[in-house]
């Protein structure tokens, strides 16, 4: 029979076993890693059976078994932790997505794109051509059947005729 006594004299004297295991396994908090720890060794003394083997073994193979368990786990983690550079997690996230420049920049194009359908159908098929299309002003020239001097003229009056509208 364990009485409080020789609990904690068993405790005593597997804690430097403790103290291993709990090395061993580095990524929870030490101390509360060793409270859980004790309460393992207790649920070992309990659970132990003299005919399988020693303590000492039976106790060894808890511990990594609770403390491997335990690691497969995912464990939160909190944005606000301290890193060793004096940082928190939530300083180091760094994001090259601004979500407010993508949000005025589609709302920008969409202005735009209503607007070039505001425009003359011609200008609006120049405006396509040259700048969806990539083609040159002669090439535009040669499909609509105009000169390539008015392409250029009616293509800079649209852009002037976009700015006004756009302001």
């Not at 003299?50 to 786990?73: I, M, S, V």
């Not at 589609?106 to 794109?113: F, Q, T």
């Not at 002669?138 to 392409?151: C, N, P, Q, R, Y």
Request: net charge positive; no cysteine; glycine share 2%.
């Amino acid at each position: 029979m364990i009485n409080i006594n020789k609990a904690e004299r068993i405790m005593g004297d597997y804690m430097p076993l403790i103290l291993a295991t709990v090395r061993r396994f580095d990524a929870f908090e030490r101390e509360e890693a060793i409270d859980e720890a004790k309460m393992v060794l207790v649920e070992a003394i309990v659970s132990y059976d003299e005919d399988k083997g020693t303590f000492g073994n039976h106790l060894k193979h808890r511990l990594n078994y609770y403390f491997w368990d335990k690691a497969k786990k995912p464990r939160p983690t909190s944005l606000d932790i301290v890193t060793e550079k004096g940082q928190s997690l939530v300083d180091n996230l760094i994001s090259d997505d601004d979500i407010e420049d993508d949000f005025f920049t589609k709302e920008a194009y969409k202005d735009l794109y209503a607007n070039i359908k505001k425009l003359d159908r011609k200008d609006v098929v120049i405006i396509k051509l040259k700048y969806w299309e990539r083609l040159s002003d002669k090439k535009i020239a040669e499909l609509i059947g105009l000169s390539s001097k008015t392409v250029r003229n009616r293509h800079s009056l649209a852009l002037k005729k976009l700015r006004k509208m756009m302001e």
